[in-house]
């Protein structure tokens, strides 16, 4: 399975300022995807970041809050815009795996965001 | 997606097996069930996946009876550094987004 690394780890953030998490893959990986895990709870999930084009975003997630690059296959990145401290929570990006439905999926060890 | 049902909280001792149940009544004939492991401050980590019957690996056994309504993930021997949340998802290979549910926190004490 690909590793991810994932970077900051954590941030502390003035609210209305906007923090870009940063994914990298070891290997080329056609679907990358952004979650939200807010504390004590389970995974949600964000947008699928499309190489060579916008991301497709779930229901409750728009482009202009969380903007989403995908450059390469190796490489995305997840912007949360115009923080309130209702954003505070755990971002973690995530890589297909080589097979069937999760088989092999690979998250980073996930971004700890508090607005303050 | 098929919905499922899990435990939310399992509590085990140190070289106990743990068995976690996890229900999916509407699961489709293409669907596979996958098992995920998410420490505290870390992202899930794939476990094990399957499709009917019985399939183990070096950490878990997966166990599918006939009638696939549910599934039972089963955890050797714990340890203390087998506590973790553990979540079930269930999907076919056109589903690639994960759909996580709320997972069963297992407690391993000495």
């Known amino acids: 399975s690909a590793v991810i690394s994932q970077k900051p780890s954590r941030d502390i953030c003035q609210r209305g300022t906007s923090l870009t998490i940063q994914c990298q893959v070891d290997s080329q990986v056609t679907m990358m995807f952004w979650y939200r895990q807010q504390p004590g709870q389970s995974l949600t999930l964000i947008a699928t970041a499309n190489q060579g084009s916008e991301a497709t975003y779930e229901s409750g997630f728009v482009i202009d809050k969380f903007p989403i690059s995908r450059p390469n296959l190796t490489f995305s990145t997840l912007t949360v815009s115009n923080m309130s401290p209702e954003d505070s929570s755990i971002y973690l990006c995530?890589?297909?795996?080589?097979?069937?439905?999760?088989?092999?999926?690979?998250f980073g060890s996930g971004t700890r965001l508090t607005v303050v | 997606l098929a919905k499922t049902t899990q435990p939310i909280s399992m509590d085990s001792y140190e070289g106990q097996e743990v068995n976690i149940t996890c229900s999916h009544n509407?699961?489709?004939?293409?669907?596979?069930i996958t098992w995920y492991q998410q420490f505290p401050s870390q992202g899930p980590r794939f476990i094990i996946q399957?499709?009917?019957t019985k399939v183990t690996n070096e950490v878990a056994s997966l166990f599918i009876p006939a009638d696939r309504k549910s599934s039972t993930l089963s955890l050797p021997r714990v340890s203390l550094s087998d506590t973790a949340v553990y979540y079930c998802l269930v999907g076919d290979e056109g589903d690639y987004k994960l759909s996580f549910g709320a997972g069963t926190t297992v407690t391993v004490r000495a």
């Open positions: 399957g499709y009917k």
């Open positions: 509407n699961i489709a004939t293409n669907d596979y």
């Open positions: 995530s890589a297909e795996g080589a097979g069937l439905l999760g088989y092999g999926y690979t």
